[in-house]
């Protein structure tokens, strides 16, 4: 665990791998995102929360399934997180003040490491910057069920599995229309779009791959 995480303070300190190789794999690339960019200049600033933590003696960290609502991210699989509040000093409180909101949990000496490349979601217009947090434990959780339909805990070694990655069909807003898109199977969930996108760079990170 420990030479896991040096390995991941190492990399987030250097230059970031980025998302062009994950968004190649659905045949689109960094100008596609940078023109939609273009089109919101003023774009939402959102922060999510990558938890990182042992359990069982095991590395874990844990996404959330959104409830049905009518909205853009109605159902789908995020980080905990959300969009940044006046009283927020910085995106780094927004991540900090989402996880709480949503988990409920206390993470035991918990140390922010470091960012992912921040990821642009043209649907909510929102662009949302990834914050890495480790602690030695997480507390009870007491989710708030208005945001959380259900915890997803996952262990981390399982974005180096070599089955993890898969493709399916979805609608793809920055195309405009249908694509074969890659996404990570975690506990049965389909997860694409910018949370795949932060997981394929955590993962680079981890793994190499």
């Keep these: 665990m420990n030479q896991v995480l040096s390995n991941l ?15 190649e794999l659905g045949g689109y690339r960094r100008p596609d995102m940078e023109a939609a960019l273009r089109r919101e ?7 999510v929360l ?3 933590y042992p359990k069982l003696g095991v590395l874990h960290s844990m996404l959330i399934l959104r409830p049905e609502y009518p909205g853009v991210h109605s159902g789908q699989v995020a980080f905990p997180g959300g969009r940044r509040e006046p009283e927020d000093p910085d995106l780094r409180a927004t ?3 989402e996880f709480d ?3 409920g949990a206390s993470m035991q000496r918990m140390e922010i490491i470091g960012g992912l490349s ?7 217009r929102s662009l949302v910057t990834p914050f890495v947090a480790v602690a030695e434990g997480l ?4 989710p708030d069920p208005r945001e959380v339909a259900r915890v997803i805990e996952f262990p981390l070694h399982l974005l180096g599995a070599s089955d993890v990655l898969r493709h399916g069909e979805r609608y793809v807003e920055v195309l405009g229309r249908k694509a074969r898109v890659p996404y990570f199977d975690i506990q049965g969930e389909m997860v694409w779009g910018a949370t795949a996108m932060m997981l394929a760079e955590l993962s680079e990170l ?3 791959r």
């Design 139 to 142: 507390g009870t959780m007491r």
């Design 95 to 97: 991540a900090l003040r």
């Design 9 to 23: 303070r190492k990399g987030l300190q250097g230059p970031l791998p980025g998302h062009d190789r994950f968004m």
């Design 206 to 208: 981890l793994y190499g």
């Design 41 to 47: 200049p003023n774009p939402r600033e959102s922060a």
């Design 118 to 124: 921040p990821v642009y979601i043209p649907p909510s």
């Design 50 to 52: 990558v938890t990182i």
């Design 101 to 103: 909101e949503e988990i």
